[in-house]
T-cell receptor, first 114, second 112 residues
Framework: EAGVAQSPRYKIIEKRQSVAFWCNPI?????LYWYQQILGQGPKLLIQ????????DSQLPKDRFSAERLKGVDSTLKIQPAKLEDSAVYLC????????????FGNGTRLTVT | GDSVTQMEGPVTLSEEAFLTINCTYT??????LFWYVQYPGEGLQLLLK?????DKGSNKGFEATYRKETTSFHLEKGSVQVSDSAVYFC???????????FGTGTSLTVIP
């Protein structure tokens, strides 16, 4: 099966600019996650979708971050305006519905804010 | 709250050495436990999992046993190879909401 696709792989922007990341999950996976991974740390959940509804966005900085999941499939994560501390790898993951299902991760987008 | 604590790194071992990476968890319910591996420039990949107490997950020579009495899920491998050099993450998931919690990761370098 095709894996989780993310684009772009790398992005460099200046602070106060905006940026968007795209994710296409594995076909049929109901749950989609966006994680932020700062260098040397574990992934931190930003937002979790179940189909096209939000399950958990408690750690999403809503003043600058937004995310949507179009028709319960693809998803975009946007940052506007970006800050230096947003430099990180943004990982998308998907999971089929059901207990004990593992996450399947994309390769991530490495964002550098200068 | 629910969380995972894993041993600090980095860890450097010689090829064929024995590996243990400690992981303990705190959870309100009965979580499933996972080990993920991240190679440079890639996303996380599932290494192994265990879904209930006393289960042993295994893959590629790695093993971990779900110990409810010690709330632990330590990763072990009897003989590491250079190709095992990566960052290892312990994680738990709760059935309710399918939420995942990750440890901070342990970097492993295996030298020939």
């Amino acid at each position: 099966e095709a894996g989780v696709a993310q684009s772009p792989r790398y992005k460099i922007i200046e602070k106060r600019q905006s940026v968007a990341f795209w994710c296409n999950p594995i076909s049929g996976h109901a749950t989609l996650y966006w994680y932020q991974q700062i260098l040397g740390q574990g992934p931190k959940l930003l937002i979790q979708f179940q189909n096209n509804g939000v399950v958990d966005d408690s750690q999403l900085p809503k003043d600058r971050f937004s995310a949507e999941r179009l028709k319960g499939v693809d998803s975009t994560l946007k940052i506007q305006p970006a800050k230096l501390e947003d430099s990180a790898v943004y990982l998308c993951a998907s999971s089929p519905q059901g207990a004990d299902s593992p996450l399947h991760f994309g390769n991530g987008t490495r964002l550098t804010v200068t | 709250g629910d969380s995972v604590t894993q041993m600090e790194g980095p860890v450097t071992l010689s090829e064929e050495a024995f590996l243990t990476i400690n992981c303990t968890y705190t959870a309100t319910g009965y979580p499933s436990l996972f080990w993920y591996v991240q190679y440079p420039g890639e996303g996380l990949q599932l290494l192994l999992k265990a879904t209930k107490a006393d289960d042993k997950g295994s893959n590629k020579g790695f093993e971990a046993t779900y110990r409810k009495e010690t709330t632990s899920f330590h990763l072990e491998k009897g003989s590491v190879q250079v190709s095992d050099s990566a960052v290892y993450f312990c994680a738990l998931s709760l059935y309710t909401g399918n939420q995942f919690y990750f440890g901070t990761g342990t970097s492993l370098t295996v030298i020939p």
